[in-house]
């Protein structure tokens, strides 16, 4: 008998779903009696005791099904360790209510701050498996994070429909992708989709650049541009301020992103209105994709294999197509960036993509 706690945490993403029912298949095929206690709402519901009990038939159809049937929430790692509004000790109560349901382990799906308190949770004594979810795809020690693939998709989806109505007016397009710090998403769905110009935050631009690479283009005879910029872009001169000014800096910021900003740069620069569209939380909704159905169920069921033997304290994660496990410790804390340097890059480079670097 195995007696199982599961979360999800963080901002959802597409295939959350389809891996939890991996590793509830993979026990329940291994002829292991499980009882699976499912916490709502991320952090919170282990905190407070919030759960509900399920079975296989709870998991059962759900694997195309978007979003998770847990429920999310956002736990900042760093209030943690801060007592809530009636001084509970948030770790010291998900200890109680882990020890006093029996469990045998907590399975948790997550991103980045998710595994910072999946791996303080390791640390205090509870057997612990996680899998890697984000549609931003940072998440150190997995080539791949379930979300990514299925979001790389739908941001492709609106360059595609943007490229027709900016070919048919010669206008200038920018496309704002998710991922504040990393830019995989901006940079795959802006290769997927024939940007000319791809801004993410580990590659700052000079907005002249920018601005001579779409005249370039002018030259060349093309009348439109389009260009694929994530939330997190940053333009050389903010990338030199240092935190407390750039804090400055937003505090007076009369742009709804940085999309608008670097519009309005284009436009005094060059003449150009640059119209601009958000595909926001659509990024992270709807079905999974194949892919992200056939990965999230493989870290499923290796999962599941982990907890069959008893092995704790990992991410399951895949390098070179294989799937992996990788100690919590290593993967806390850690960011997944673009190199600079990355062979993307390069290639992206050498097909006449502008990074405005
Ligand atoms: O972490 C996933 C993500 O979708 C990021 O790409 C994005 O910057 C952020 O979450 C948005 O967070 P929220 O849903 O809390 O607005």
Redesign the pocket.
């Known amino acids: 008998m195995k007696r199982i706690g599961m979360l999800t945490s ?2 959802d ?1 597409q295939a959350l779903n389809a891996a939890m029912r991996g590793v509830v298949k993979s026990l329940c095929n291994a002829k292991e009696d499980v009882e699976i206690y499912g916490f709502l709402n991320g952090y919170k519901g282990f905190i407070y005791g919030d759960f509900r009990m399920l079975t296989g038939a709870d998991f059962s159809g759900i694997l195309t099904k978007g979003g998770t049937i847990l429920g999310s929430s ?1 736990t900042p790692f760093k209030l943690m360790r801060e007592p809530d509004e009636n001084g509970l000790d948030k770790v010291e109560a998900m200890k109680q209510n882990y020890y006093k349901l029996k469990l045998d382990c907590i399975v948790i799906l997550g ?1 980045n701050g998710t595994h910072k308190t999946a791996n303080l949770l390791r640390e205090e004594g509870l057997n612990v498996v996680t899998l890697p979810k ?3 795809n940072d998440l150190w020690g997995t080539d791949m994070t379930f979300g990514f693939q299925s979001a790389v998709n739908i941001a492709t989806d609106a360059i595609d429909c943007i490229h027709t109505t900016a070919a048919s007016h010669g206008r200038v397009f920018i496309v704002e992708v ?3 710090k990393v830019g995989w ?1 901006t940079l795959n769905a802006g290769m997927a989709g024939g940007a000319d110009i791809i801004l993410i935050p580990e590659i700052p631009y000079d907005i002249d650049k920018v601005v001579k690479a779409i005249e370039d283009r002018e030259k060349r005879g093309s009348k439109f541009t389009i260009l694929a910029v994530a ?1 997190g872009a940053i333009s050389k001169a903010d990338a030199k301020l240092s935190k407390k000014e750039y804090k400055e800096k937003l505090k007076n910021y009369k742009y709804p992103s940085v999309s608008y900003e670097i519009a309005d740069e284009i436009l005094k620069r060059s003449g150009k209105e640059v119209r601009v569209t958000v595909p926001g ?1 659509t ?2 909704g709807g079905s999974p994709c194949p892919y992200d159905r056939v990965f999230a169920s493989r870290l499923g069921s290796e999962a599941g294999k982990l907890i069959l033997e008893g092995e704790y304290g990992f991410m399951v994660g895949i390098k070179n197509r294989e799937i992996i496990k990788v100690p919590l410790e290593d993967v806390a804390g850690k960011l997944k960036m673009v190199s600079p340097d990355a062979s993307i890059v390069k290639e992206a480079k050498m097909l006449g993509i502008s990074f405005g670097d």
């Open positions: 963080g901002g993403c956002r991103g984000t549609i931003d998710m991922g504040h998403l939330e939380h990024q992270r």
